[in-house]
């Protein structure tokens, strides 16, 4: 979010301190605080060796779309982009036509947080909501929104979109993708993944990522590497091929082709290698986990969701909230289903989580 100075010219000095992140201190608000990691920005500065040919014909760019080949076991093609915003958007708008309609979660951030990309780019699309339980979409809710209608005055649904891990930080397992798997072919529905804590949910279920994509109905993924501790870029894979046709098209209209590709894809090459994208995941979700853990010994302190990602949803007093704001930490509230986010990345640490939670002890108590 901008948090927009106030007018720059009624004051030869502006304050910026406000926006200013303790460098000492880990923020609970997103896994977009952390900087980059060590090994994606070691990849770019060995990108950064020499001249190399643009936008995406580097051996960087091939390499990395093999490595994610290799990942999925399985021919699919593979863009990268500038973000995850554009990479849902424009994905979308290859797996639909402007007529037709998107099925997902009412919190899903393709709805909520997109400023209308998704039906910009698609010309109209219409996104249809489901609520459920714990951030998820479920076969009964698909199917009931689906025969809602079957007239011609009606957007005709055509994609079913999942966010893996879930905007409350849960994980739909393999059981519930076949199911929805199952309900989107019964209709003809593409299934569209929004993956931008795939690793974090890949973290949680150990499997295969074959498993839980293609292997259960989905047509594209959109694969963060953003939050998972790169600068930025986000990888969309379409292991239904016949979707990709034309989609570099796509890119390049909405500004999302970088010339100089390389630094958008040989971070994918260095987290690919040796696992670093499921490790910093691991990371993340274990720190959440301990954070899960110590809120749960507070008085108080209520969960809104399971935790099985990264994040941490918890009910407090506002009080006890507002005093952890006024000691400098840093957590959205308006996410989800209420309640404080709090999120962890790959660059947060045990002390982090450790300390947090003692403030939300230390103010809990005295307020009690
Ligand atoms: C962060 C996020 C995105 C991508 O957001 P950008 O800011 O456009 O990169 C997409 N989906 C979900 C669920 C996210 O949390």
Not at 10 to 21: I, P, R
Not at 25 to 48: K, L, V
Not at 91 to 119: F, K, N, W
Not at 213 to 224: A, P, Q, R, S
């Amino acid at each position: 979010m901008f948090d927009v100075p106030s007018d720059p010219t009624q004051d030869s000095v502006v304050n910026y301190s406000h926006l200013v992140a303790d460098p000492q201190r880990c923020q609970f608000a997103s896994d977009n605080y952390a900087g980059i990691c060590p090994e994606a920005w070691q990849a770019m500065t060995e990108a950064n060796a020499g001249p190399a040919p643009a936008y995406g014909n580097d051996v960087w760019t091939f390499k990395a779309a093999d490595l994610l080949r290799e990942l999925f076991e399985v021919k699919c093609e593979v863009f990268f982009a500038f973000n995850g915003t554009a990479s849902n958007a424009l994905a979308l708008a290859a797996m639909c036509q402007s007529y037709h309609s998107i099925v997902c979660h009412e919190r899903a951030h393709i709805e909520t947080d997109e400023c209308g990309a998704p039906e910009f780019f698609s010309n109209g699309t219409k996104l249809m909501l489901v609520s459920g339980d714990e951030g998820k979409v479920t076969p009964e809710a698909v199917s009931e929104v689906v025969t809602r209608r079957d007239d011609i005055h009606f957007p005709k649904p055509r994609v079913l979109s999942l966010t893996q891990a879930t905007e409350l930080g849960t994980v739909y397992s393999l059981d519930e993708l076949r199911a929805l798997n199952e309900v989107a072919r019964r209709f003809e529905l593409r299934i569209h993944m929004d993956g931008a804590r795939f690793a974090n949910a890949l973290a949680t279920l150990k499997l295969p990522p074959k498993e839980v994509t293609w292997k259960v109905g989905v047509d594209v993924l959109c694969f963060g590497g953003t939050k998972n501790g790169m600068a930025v870029g986000e990888a969309i894979i379409f292991f239904n091929r016949e979707l990709a046709e034309q989609f570099a098209y796509r890119c390049k209209q909405a500004g999302q082709l970088a010339s100089k590709m390389r630094y958008l894809s040989a971070p994918w090459v260095g987290m690919l290698q040796n696992k670093v994208w499921l490790k910093n995941a691991e990371h993340a979700n274990r720190c959440a986990a301990r954070l899960h853990e110590a809120l749960s010994q507070v008085p108080g302190v209520k969960f809104v969701s399971q935790r099985q990602a990264n994040s941490v949803f918890a009910q407090m007093d506002p009080a006890v909230l507002e005093g952890l704001r006024e000691k400098g930490w840093k957590f959205y509230t308006f996410i989800g289903a209420g309640g404080a986010r709090f999120m962890c990345s790959w660059s947060t640490t045990e002390a982090d989580v450790d300390a947090l939670a003692a403030d939300v002890r230390e103010i809990a108590g005295r307020l009690a």
